[in-house]
């Protein structure tokens, strides 16, 4: 059986439906494309600007000089220089991930029934070492899905070695990435030094790990988390989670978060915390508090601002009130005073208020509680007042607002 045959046998594309191709010009997305069925099928080439011009420019005429030979219809997507860069920096990743995910959008936003990528046996066999290398956490073993929403990639059976042997056979001209011979990406040193040690059976078996792990992940439902003024699940849907799954959920907010590693050790403190319905935990990066069976999960308060105009606010995770019954004396405001607009937003590092004991931080009334990040109320002179009773700590007035007419203010969740 020739090569072509092989590759056929294996390739698992749509039946129908109109298809779009991630398309780089490289060895793998070179081959898929000469299998499509051509009147269906279109290509998308984006150009990330990461290399130089020459290079891109040569890899381009490739890229239509193909899409030409097999009479697929092809669309160029060219970004700005610094623009994936500049996503990496505000997404706090990497400009391979920021690549990734730019990548991604564009194809996602083209009107295309499947968009295929050339995924192969071999980028699961190093995706799969990647993760062993790394210690990851078994839920991360489902590696590269074969269908997700409208992305397939039908040659995920296909070994690296029959590729090269038919692009070879059929005379298939391709691009080379330059940055492929790089040692210094794992990624590289992996496909380079390692796979050529790993027989496609191996590689195989690795498949199979990955798609057993994806089925047990079908089977077991996520712990759902929303992501706003804190993190926030169900204790109970916690509880009857198996345990990969919670470490799954910590693993995931922490992602959000874009903060580095967090340990198993550290992990195996809020899980035992949770279990036990402690109400309030600390530990070295995040801090969590449970009530009515809800569980906040945070580092530092996000970087929020809700307008204020007065008498009550009401967002979805807390209640701003101003009333009269029930007044504290050293909780008194008077609203008439506010020199609007106003605000209420996360605390800051250099953040003061003015109390009637002189000049405060409110990093230092935050450590006083015990709290990491706290809610302030700020008007055009400053900070009126320092929120922390629903965290456990204690809500305080400027001075310059503690005079007789005033109203109590109450934050709640």
């Known amino acids: 059986m020739s090569s072509r045959e092989q590759i056929l046998s294996m390739l698992d594309i749509p039946q129908d439906g109109s298809l779009l191709l991630a398309f780089s010009s490289g060895s793998d997305s070179a081959a898929l494309l000469s299998l499509l069925p ?20 040569r890899e381009m005429e490739t890229a239509v000089s193909l899409c030409k030979r097999f009479s697929i219809p092809l669309k160029i997507v060219s970004l700005n220089k610094g623009e994936i860069a500049r996503l990496a920096h505000q997404e706090g990743t990497s400009i391979e991930a920021a690549a990734r995910k730019m990548r991604y959008q564009i194809l996602l936003s083209e009107d295309a029934d499947y968009i295929l990528t050339a995924h192969h046996l071999d980028d699961v066999a190093e995706t ?74 191996e590689k195989s078996a690795m498949l199979t790990i990955s798609l057993n792990i ?52 550290e992990i195996k403190r809020f899980d035992a915390a949770i279990e036990e319905g402690v109400k309030k935990s600390r530990f070295s ?29 009401d967002t979805k995770y807390f209640t701003l009130r101003v009333k009269e019954e029930g007044m504290k004396e050293d909780l008194v405001i008077n609203l008439q005073d506010i020199a609007y607009p106003a605000s209420i937003r996360t605390s800051r ?57 005033g109203k109590y203010v109450t934050i709640t969740l």
């Open 38 to 57: 051509k009147d269906r099928s279109r290509a998308l080439y984006v150009n990330h600007a990461l290399r130089s011009d020459e290079e891109l420019e």
């Open 128 to 201: 799969f070492i990647m993760r062993v290398l790394t210690s990851s956490p078994i839920y991360s073993f489902s590696l590269i899905e074969k269908e997700r929403e409208r992305i397939i990639r039908p040659m995920l059976s296909v070994p690296k070695r029959l590729i090269k042997e038919y692009i070879e056979n059929e005379n298939i001209a391709y691009s080379e990435d330059s940055t492929n011979k790089d040692l210094s990406y794992k990624r590289n040193y992996i496909r380079q030094m390692l796979l050529p040690f790993i027989s496609d059976e």
């Open 214 to 265: 994806q089925q047990m992940k079908k089977r077991s439902r996520k712990i759902e988390f929303s992501d706003a003024l804190f993190l926030t699940f169900s204790r109970d849907e916690y509880l009857k989670a198996p345990l990969w799954r919670r470490e799954e959920l910590f693993f995931s907010m922490n992602r959000r978060e874009k903060k580095g590693l967090l340990s198993r050790n």
């Open 285 to 313: 990066s995040y801090n969590m508090f449970i009530k009515k069976e809800m569980v906040f999960f945070y580092s530092e308060l996000r970087s929020i601002v809700f307008p204020f105009a007065g008498e009550s606010m």
């Open 349 to 405: 590092v250099f953040d003061e208020i003015e109390l009637v004991e002189g000049k405060k931080k409110i990093r230092d009334l935050e450590r006083e509680y015990g709290i990491p990040s706290s809610l302030v109320l700020e008007d055009r002179n400053g900070i009126i007042a320092f929120f922390s009773s629903f965290l456990s700590g204690r809500d305080r007035i400027a001075k310059s607002f503690k005079s007789k007419g």
